[in-house]
């Protein structure tokens, strides 16, 4: 059973700043993206997503502020997250999605998220 676990939410003050963790229980390599995406009353978006290859994209609203990474060796996907905004207040969630046979088919799995709320 693959896991995706996150950490790192919390209480921050505008212009605040957090890391959030999401750990893999398997080799993150084996992905084809990993991604965090954030959950709000009414709003479900992506956020920033790495493929396996290292490309890297992010919303408009996080550009400049936001930044993806990860460790390979301790199968970790991180969210920098700078210069926080009230509008980021939010449930964040990792997601991973991968191949699983020659006719293209997916599974992807998802972390039960961390609350992060920025205070104004």
């Known amino acids: 059973q693959v896991q995706l676990t996150e950490s790192g939410g919390g209480l921050v003050p505008a212009g605040g700043s957090l890391r959030l963790s999401c750990v893999a229980s398997r080799n993150i390599l084996g992905y084809d993206v990993m991604a965090w995406y954030r959950q709000a009353p009414g709003k479900h978006e992506l956020v920033a997503k790495i493929?396996?290859?290292?490309?890297?994209n992010y919303a408009d609203s996080v550009k400049g502020r936001f930044t993806i990474s990860r460790d390979v060796v301790k199968n970790t996907v991180y969210l920098q997250m700078d210069n926080l905004k009230p509008e980021d207040t939010a449930l964040y969630l990792c997601?991973?999605?991968?191949?699983?046979?020659?006719?293209?088919?997916?599974?992807?799995?998802w972390g039960q998220g961390t609350q992060v709320t920025v205070s104004s």
């Open positions: 493929t396996n290859g290292g490309n890297i």
């Open positions: 997601y991973a999605v991968r191949t699983v046979n020659v006719e293209g088919a997916t599974r992807d799995h």
